[in-house]
């Protein structure tokens, strides 16, 4: 069954072909990071025009690079929820265009269950139950993965989600926008213990996060260095950060995994491709023969392959729209519709 995928839900307009949830036959993602940085952050308004251009070269792009035309298309898969409210309407109307003047049929995503079936594409053979750790620019979850379309959220950020954490920082250090990708690069060969830093902790919620504590304490090292005319590493203080943002994450998601009898543990969302969280929860898994699977770099941050690969999953169990379907700005990960 081959699925054509479209995602807007933030600041790249992604089209792909996917067949049976785990075959890419094309992914087109188109960028607007380099317009977003000078603001140093996604601007919803700019995001929304920027997706309206580009949606339909984008779309032509991925049937052409799988060989199709819609013709050979089984249904269309578009992210409905979370995200950008204008920018999710793009993908949505567009999609709903498709639907309508086709009629085949429309199946509606959750963003966060996309980021999670981007493992499916990269490991064939994964197939649920297993534990997950969702860590994007908006989210960051511990999620029970019970089937392909089963989730049970156990464990949720208080404040900034990790990714937000990591831009956060990064903006105070100088760095450019995307924060978190340019803050892993700078901290690659800095001392990790070379700034104290929190780990803060959730009293009473061990599974749940608290990023905001952190981020403070970064920007009062920052502050109190420049009130004393000292200079800041970069690398050093970036790398110490990484390490505690690092820290808390595989914390709970070890706690999480014993108490609850898990030894598959999954990475997913734009922060599954951080250098330390990778390295530090393969040493993890490594010392208690749990089996770690993380997607594919590509596969990482927004793309429609993951689309096309929950689309699926999603297709075959019910999850079907009809036109009236709406975009959400927030959406539970257990909600389907
Ligand atoms: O999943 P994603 O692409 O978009 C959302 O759904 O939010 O995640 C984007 C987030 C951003 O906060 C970005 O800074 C972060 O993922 N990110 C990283 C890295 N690459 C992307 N954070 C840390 N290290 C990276 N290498
Ligand atoms: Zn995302």
Same mark, same amino acid.
């Given at each position: 069954?081959?699925?054509?995928?479209?995602? $807007?839900?933030?600041d790249?307009?992604?089209?792909?072909?996917?067949?049976?949830?785990?075959?890419?036959l094309s992914? &087109?993602v188109a960028?607007?990071?380099?317009?977003?940085? &000078?603001?140093?952050?996604?601007?919803p308004?700019? !995001?929304?025009?920027?997706?309206?251009?580009?949606?339909?070269?984008v779309?032509?792009?991925?049937?052409?690079?799988?060989?199709?035309?819609?013709?050979?298309?089984?249904?269309?898969?578009?992210?409905?929820?979370?995200?950008l409210? *204008?920018?999710?309407?793009?993908?949505?109307?567009?999609?709903?265009?498709?639907?309508?003047?086709? /009629?085949?049929?429309?199946v509606?995503?959750?963003?966060?269950?996309?980021?999670i079936?981007?493992?499916?594409?990269?490991?064939?053979?994964l197939?649920?139950?297993?534990?997950?750790?969702?860590? $994007?620019? *908006?989210?960051?979850?511990?999620?029970?993965?019970?089937?392909?379309?089963? #989730?049970?959220?156990?464990g949720?950020?208080?404040?900034?989600?990790?990714?937000?954490?990591?831009d956060?920082?990064?903006?105070?250090?100088?760095?450019?926008?995307? /924060?978190?990708?340019?803050?892993?690069?700078?901290?690659?060969?800095?001392?990790? +213990? !070379?700034y104290?830093?929190?780990?803060?902790?959730?009293d009473?919620?061990?599974?749940d #996060?608290?990023f905001?504590?952190?981020?403070?304490?970064?920007?009062?090292?920052?502050?109190?260095? +420049?009130? +004393?005319?000292?200079?800041?590493?970069?690398?050093d203080l970036?790398?110490?950060?990484?390490k505690?943002?690092?820290?808390?994450?595989?914390?709970?998601?070890?706690?999480?995994? &014993?108490?609850? /009898?898990y030894?598959?543990?999954?990475?997913?969302g734009?922060?599954s491709?951080? $250098?330390?969280?990778r390295?530090?929860?393969?040493?993890?898994?490594? +010392?208690?023969?749990?089996?770690?699977?993380?997607p594919?770099?590509?596969?990482? /941050?927004?793309?429609?392959?993951?689309?096309? !690969?929950?689309?699926?999953f999603e297709?075959?169990s019910?999850?079907?729209?009809?036109?009236?379907?709406?975009?959400? !700005? $927030?959406?539970?990960i257990?909600?389907s519709?």
């Open positions: 069954m081959k699925i054509l995928s479209i995602e $807007s839900s933030c790249e307009t992604a089209a792909a072909v996917v067949e049976d949830g785990r075959r890419v992914s &087109i960028s607007q990071v380099e317009e977003h940085k &000078i603001y140093g952050g996604v601007v308004e700019i !995001a929304s025009r920027r997706h309206v251009e580009a949606i339909s070269g779309v032509k792009a991925a049937l052409d690079q799988a060989e199709c035309t819609i013709e050979d298309i089984d249904a269309v898969a578009v992210t409905h929820a979370p995200g409210i *204008g920018a999710l309407l793009v993908g949505v109307n567009y999609a709903k265009g498709i639907t309508m003047a086709s /009629g085949i049929p429309l509606p995503v959750h963003h966060l269950r996309s980021h079936a981007a493992n499916y594409i990269t490991h064939p053979e197939k649920p139950p297993f534990l997950c750790l969702v860590v $994007s620019g *908006g989210h960051s979850h511990l999620v029970e993965v019970m089937d392909y379309t089963e #989730f049970k959220v156990i949720y950020t208080h404040d900034d989600a990790a990714g937000e954490a990591m956060k920082a990064a903006r105070a250090m100088g760095l450019p926008y995307p /924060g978190g990708l340019n803050l892993d690069r700078a901290a690659k060969d800095g001392n990790d +213990k !070379a104290k830093m929190p780990h803060p902790r959730v009473g919620a061990p599974y #996060f608290s905001s504590g952190l981020k403070t304490a970064a920007l009062n090292t920052i502050n109190i260095a +420049k009130q +004393k005319g000292e200079e800041i590493s970069v690398p970036g790398a110490s950060y990484i505690a943002v690092v820290d808390c994450l595989t914390e709970n998601t070890e706690k999480a995994a &014993i108490d609850l /009898g030894q598959t543990i999954v990475l997913a734009g922060v491709a951080n $250098s330390v969280l390295r530090e929860m393969t040493s993890l898994c490594e +010392k208690r023969g749990w089996n770690l699977y993380a594919e770099l590509k596969y990482c /941050g927004d793309n429609a392959a993951m689309v096309g !690969a929950q689309g699926y297709f075959i019910g999850n079907t729209a009809d036109l009236s379907l709406n975009a959400c !700005a $927030s959406m539970s257990e909600q519709r």
